[in-house]
């Protein structure tokens, strides 16, 4: 077991994106367990989509794709998440040179603070959705934009729940 290539993939997920799910697809592909951790309390903003619902939506999503993977939900810090699963990977995805420093710089610290024992990996974005930003997908949501380009048809039906019922 201690041979396996563990990896998570922690993130917001508020809302998981078209880019999310490429991303879980091909790290699916890579490693030999992928674990998705959908963070608790995303400390931003005001999550629009509740920790469990994330996680459902994740599920389901990638159920119907054929994706092998966990997903849980977690709080506290993404290197005590990795070693709970055994995990020596982080995987994060790269969407543009904008998002380098502040990865570069979560890479590092994640790796001081497992004293070593937790790297990270960064998947580019596949240039279709590079674009593609969560935090821009809840401000189209809340502006009564279309999200469906952004969002798989599911995410897309709720986050206009959410709005319905907040
Ligand atoms: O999808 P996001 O919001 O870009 O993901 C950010 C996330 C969840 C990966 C980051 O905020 C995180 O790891 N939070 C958990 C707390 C933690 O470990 N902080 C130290 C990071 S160096």
Do not use: C, Y
């Not at 959908?38 to 509740?50: F, R």
């Not at 020596?88 to 995805?93: M, T």
């Amino acid at each position: 077991m201690a041979d396996r290539r563990i990896a998570v993939f922690p993130g917001s997920f508020d809302p998981p994106t078209l880019g999310h799910l490429d991303l879980f697809e091909r790290a699916a592909r890579l490693f030999d367990r992928l674990v998705i951790g959908v963070l608790e309390n995303p400390s931003k903003a005001a999550a629009l989509l509740g920790a469990e619902a994330r996680r459902d939506l994740i599920v389901s999503e990638l159920q119907g794709r054929g994706i092998s993977a966990d997903v849980r939900v977690f709080d506290g810090l993404a290197v005590d998440f990795a070693a709970s699963v055994g995990a020596r990977w982080i995987l994060r995805g790269l969407r543009s040179a904008a998002d380098l420093g502040d990865e570069l710089a979560m890479a590092g610290t994640n790796r001081e603070a497992s004293g070593g024992a937790i790297d990270t990996a960064l998947i580019p974005a596949s240039p279709r959705f590079a674009h593609i930003q969560s935090r821009l997908v809840r401000e189209i949501a809340s502006g009564g934009g279309d999200i469906r380009p952004f969002v798989s048809p599911a995410v897309a039906a709720a986050l206009r729940e959410a709005q319905v019922r907040p």
